[in-house]
Structure formats: C-alpha cells, structure tokens
C-alpha cells in the first residue's frame, strides 16, 4: 500500500509500506515523524496510517525543517525511531530514517522544451532528491538527441550522483559545455551557474516551465550587500548548532581574519536563524557559516547585512568582487 500526496501535477510516494515494515523490524513503540513545509500536509494521513496498522504511538514535529541536516533532535531523544521526509540523508544518525520522496512527474515534456534552448553538445544533468530516479530516463532521451549527457558523482555530502543541495554543487564540477537542472526554483540552477560559470537551462518536470537561469539579478542584491557591510567595523559570525550545518573550524578562521584586520568579530551559536533574534545583538554586519540559503533567501528581511563567507573575505578585499560564488559544505 502506498500514501501518495497530490501537488496541481504530480504526485509523491512517501513509501508507506516500507515505513510500516522499519517500525514492525525494530519492535518501535513510539515513532517520530519530520516533513519539509512543501510535504506537512500529508503528515496527519501518515501518522493515521501508522497507528492504525501498529498501534505505536506517533509523534510529528512542528518545527521548521529546511534539509536532511535539520533533524529535530529533541523529538529523536523521545521516539525509537524518527522518519525524516523528503531529504536524501546527508550523515548518517542514530534512530533517523531518511525516507527520500519522489515524484512521478513525467520529466519528458519539460526536457523536448529544454533540449531547444541547449546551444552545446555535452550536456551535464543536475536535479534534487525528488526526481534523482529520473536521471538515467533523461540522460537515454538526451542522448538519441544527440547529445552527450554527463551525471555527475558528488562528493560525501552528496547522497545520489548528479543530486544536488542548496549548499553542495559538487555534482555539477564536471566537464560538458552546459547544464539541464531537473527541479523547481532558482537557488540550486543559480548556484551552479555561480559555481560553474556555465549555462543552466531549468526544465521543471511538475510546472513543464523551462527557462535559462539568469545570474544578474541576485548578484546585483549581493553586491549592495556588500557594499553595505565595507564600513563594518564589527561583525557577528553565526555558527549553527545543527551538526549538518556546524562549521566551528571556518567560523574561527573568519574571526581571525577580521582580528588581524583590526576589525572586532564575535562567534555567535545558534540554531534557528532569524532576523527577529538578531536584532538584539549590536554588530555592524553578519557572516553565516550555517545553512548558506538564509544569507540569500532571506536577504530582505535581515535590517543588518548578513554575509556568506565569500562575501566576508570580499569586504576584507582577500577576494576580488567578480569571483563572487554561493557558499557550499
Ligand atoms: S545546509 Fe541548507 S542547503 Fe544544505 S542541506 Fe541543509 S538546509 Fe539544505
């Protein structure tokens, strides 16, 4: 028996059966369930369906949850098992099962759109977890169009070859004159096209939109934060508690470096990043060492600018304006 959830497209498998069968293996009593935003709908049904058929006792967080790094660690400490949806796993941890969902989205139309706007002949494929299934379907069709396909092999962070994150484009760090990205939004096809200096045709499988990823806008936003931060004389350098997202080692380096500039820097640990818990602290700017999308995705909302940690070594005029990236782990 499968539990699927409808988007306006497509819908996603959230393997059920499987699910059923960990929690009757382990002899789980009490079972915690975590699911993105774009997938908590379908949280209730799940935990419906998991008490009817075994009678544990389920529990479903209510806080956010961003990636496969952002286990909910209190819930773990009072289930047996916890099952987190929707992400690839990142490291393995104790008690959490990733359980992947994918889409049934149909990726051929998206790609006989693409595939017209391609100027290149070899061809690298890039997508998320969601359509990481469809990849071989996609490099067969692209190929007897003549072109040559490239899946890229990621590095541990990544869990599937040509899979990549918000914060990992090591996937797409092959040699082919330009890129198909499978999947929704820009962030991830944008971080590539940075990472990369190539082209990244998106081809989105559940809207069938398809257009070619246009870097200007957001580096034109990066660039006035920047520009705001130049005459920072005191900075605030975040460090996640998220273990996925944990880096104490580049936080460190960061504040000497402002040290030795004769800048003042202060670490600041903390778990959910949020423009309202900042405020309080009287820093000229921020550097983010945690999950590298809340610099950009959240760029608006933050009054002080908060830099990635490219961005930092560019105010510190250790990098130049142009080799400006996104942050990857
Ligand atoms: S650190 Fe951010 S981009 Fe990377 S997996 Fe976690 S939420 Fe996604």
New binding site residues.
């Given amino acids: 028996m499968s539990l699927r959830a409808m988007s306006s497209y497509a819908s996603f498998e959230f393997e059920l059966d499987r699910v059923i069968a960990i929690i009757e293996e382990r002899g789980a009593k009490k079972i915690g369930l975590q699911f993105p935003e774009g997938l908590r709908r379908s949280a209730l049904q799940m935990a419906k369906k998991i008490e009817e058929r075994t009678g544990a006792i389920v529990l479903i967080s209510g806080n956010p949850c961003?990636?496969?790094?952002?286990v909910d660690e209190s819930l773990r400490t009072h289930v047996d098992v916890l099952f987190h949806f929707g992400?690839a796993e990142?490291e393995p941890m104790n008690k959490v099962v990733f359980i992947e969902v994918r889409s049934d989205a149909d990726v051929i139309p998206a790609l006989k759109q693409a595939i017209k706007l391609l100027k290149g002949r070899r061809i690298g494929l890039i997508t998320t977890v969601q359509h990481v299934h469809k990849l071989g379907e996609a490099r067969d069709f692209l190929t007897k169009h003549g072109k040559t396909c490239i899946i890229g092999k990621g590095d541990s962070r990544v869990k599937h070859d040509g899979q990549i994150?918000?914060?990992?484009f090591s996937a797409a760090r092959v040699d082919v004159d330009e890129f198909i990205y499978l999947g929704s939004g820009n962030f991830h096809p944008l971080g590539v096209t940075l990472a990369t200096s190539k082209r990244v045709i998106i081809a989105d499988p559940i809207s069938n939109e398809v257009r070619e990823v246009e870097p200007e806008p957001i580096l034109r936003q990066r660039h006035t934060i920047i520009a705001k931060a130049l005459d920072a004389k005191t900075f605030g350098i975040i460090v996640s508690t998220k273990s996925?997202?944990t880096r104490m080692e580049l936080a460190e380096r960061l504040q000497e470096k402002a040290l030795r500039k004769g800048l003042e820097a202060h670490l600041i640990s903390m778990d959910e990043i949020t423009p309202e818990r900042l405020l309080s602290f009287k820093a000229d700017a921020f550097v983010n060492t945690?999950?590298?999308?809340i610099a950009i995705d959240d760029a608006a909302l933050f009054k002080t600018p908060m830099l990635t940690p490219i961005e930092f070594e560019i105010v510190l005029g250790e990098r130049s304006w142009d080799d400006i990236k996104f942050d990857e782990?």
């Fill in positions: 961003h990636g496969a790094c952002d992400h990142i994150l918000g914060c990992n996925a997202q945690a999950c590298p999308r782990m």
